[in-house]
């Protein structure tokens, strides 16, 4: 025992090499996470004696989050052996995901008697699990053969609905966004039209992963249901965060045409990873006219198994129920009043960070930033050459403030419960940008003369730029250009194949 527990301390000790120092904030990490120091001490904070959650200083936040690590480590001790397949002998599985799933929905104006629901390991596997479902239903009520269903995104959408119809041999059309970042809605009505009777759903975010803007949910939700097919919300990065915004409604689940949602509980919700909800709503179902809630066509059913009857409700076959026992007990801890709190800080904390780009001429905000998440960019005015945000990324990571690079040189970065609840961060902030800009005003000079290149991810995400959208300004030849626009795409898959296969067995010299 004792060998393995210093086995977790050397795993712990090198997480915290990783990250760094006490004020270190990623806009990557989507958690509440504190890390070592004043706000990790668990001795510091049995001094405190309140049990309320005030959440008025970074104390509070810190204290609510040791609170539920004990939580978390005692609940684990008492559950880790349940199997929530079992119904018979762990009745409790299914009593969590009931509760979990009805509170979630109340969040966004669900009725509990019309809303169902299945607790997931995260967003990707909420958003595939309801990608698989519309799949299904598309199969039944528009006679569809494998991959003729297609589903109807922004291109601001997450990725993980692109795995899911790679996943399930689904096809995906894309529509542009608006100067925004929102849904372009005169596109996506043709969108709608042209491809007819293959559309399965459309979907929306709330907000969308890159510039963390929120679409015109109620337009999308009414052309869906016009179009006889479903609508999904994907929630999973703004969950706990919307619901309590006051210029936001997210009674999503009152619109018609809103057929489901997916909401991360270990998100914003403050539970361990991973858990997330997948929401069902009545879809228009010619099998049980004239409606049927969506989750019909989740459950597996194998009836002629040797083994005996076998069926499931969702992708996993056993499963453990620490995840919904989790999910459940961080909402009972917090409550609706300490989510409202956390989300108006959250967003409060945005706005400020929002101004100081808006009101740095070097910088270009993107999006309106209502929720949890800011973007920018360089401002294309001052003729900087490609590449110059990602080395501002590299140096502001270098001053403890850790952006997220997306393609297009663009970054944003999310707001958690850790940087909100520090009444310095937006000064950090600020310090940070105006450091890391006028050092990389220096790069740009030296870049524009020739004497050196960006430093940070600049050169690889030029390459993946050339390789994906080729052009006269990142090829240097007709053979490089008709080259990657003929196999540029299969090239950068190959590459990001190759750097997971590396890491699943590291000792191989081989590539693909």
């Known amino acids: 025992f004792s060998s393995l527990t210093s086995l977790l301390d050397k795993l712990a000790a090198a997480t915290e090499k990783t990250v760094g120092t006490d004020e270190w904030y990623s806009g ?58 079992h119904e ?21 104006g669900g009725e509990p008697d019309k809303v ?30 494998i991959g003729q ?22 096809k995906i059309e894309i529509v542009p966004v608006d100067k925004l970042g929102k849904c372009d809605i005169p596109a996506l009505k043709k969108a709608v ?6 559309l399965i759903t459309i979907v929306g975010s709330t907000p969308s992963y890159t510039l963390g803007v929120v679409d015109p949910i109620k337009e999308i939700a009414s052309i869906a249901y016009e179009a006889g097919v479903g609508m999904h919300v994907d929630s999973c990065l ?7 915004l006051d ?54 059913a194998v009836p002629s198994w040797d083994g005996g009857i076998y069926g499931t409700p969702q ?22 009043n300490g989510y409202r709190k956390i989300a108006k800080n959250i967003h409060r904390v945005v706005k400020r960070c929002s101004e100081i780009i808006e009101n740095d001429p070097r910088c270009e905000l993107l999006g309106d930033s209502p929720a949890n998440v800011f973007a920018w960019r360089i401002n294309p005015k001052l003729g900087w050459e490609k590449g110059a945000i990602y080395a501002l990324a590299h140096e502001m990571s270098q001053r403890n403030i850790v952006l997220s690079a997306m393609k297009g040189d663009r970054v944003h970065y999310c707001v958690t419960g850790r940087s909100s609840a520090d009444d310095s961060f937006v000064h950090k902030f600020e310090a940070s940008l105006k450091e890391s800009l006028d050092v990389t005003e220096g790069y740009a000079k030296d870049v524009a003369a020739g004497k050196c290149a960006f430093p940070g991810d600049a050169g690889l995400y030029g390459t993946m730029e050339a390789a994906m959208q080729p052009s006269s300004e990142n090829t240097k030849s007709a053979v490089e250009y008709y080259s990657n626009l003929i196999l540029g795409h299969r090239v950068a898959c190959d590459a990001i194949k190759s750097h997971f296969y590396g890491f699943l067995y590291p000792f191989r010299t081989d590539s693909l």
């Open 193 to 198: 039209k042209r491809i007819g009777n293959d």
């Open 149 to 170: 269903g297609v589903v109807l995104v922004c291109e601001s959408i997450h990725a993980a609905v692109n795995k899911a119809c790679i996943a399930y041999d689904l």
């Open 116 to 145: 169902m629901g299945l607790i997931t390991s995260g967003g990707t596997e909420s958003l595939m699990t309801a990608m698989r479902l519309y799949r299904n239903w598309g199969m039944v009520n528009r006679n569809h053969d």
């Open 238 to 244: 703004g969950g706990f965060i919307v619901n309590f």
């Open 247 to 300: 210029h936001i409604d997210s009674d999503f689940l009152k619109l018609p045409g809103v057929t489901s949602i997916s909401c991360d509980t270990h998100k914003n919700g403050w539970a361990p990873k991973g858990s997330s909800v997948v929401l069902t709503n009545d879809i228009r179902d010619i099998l049980h006219e004239p409606k049927v809630n969506l989750m019909f066509y989740s459950a597996y």
């Open 28 to 85: 990557s990490i989507y958690s509440y996470s504190y890390m070592k120091g004043k706000y990790g001490n668990k001795k510091y904070f049995e001094k405190l004696e309140s049990e309320k959650l005030f959440l008025e200083n970074p104390d509070d936040y810190a204290k609510l989050t040791i609170s539920l690590g004990e939580l978390y480590t005692y609940s684990f001790q008492r559950s880790y052996l349940w199997n929530s397949l």
């Open 88 to 108: 018979a002998e762990f009745g409790a599985g299914y009593w969590l995901s009931y509760q979990v799933v009805r509170m979630v929905a109340d969040l966004y």
């Open 315 to 336: 992708n996993p076959g056993s499963q453990h129920a620490t995840h919904m026992l989790h999910a459940y007990l961080a909402m009972l801890r917090i409550g609706k």
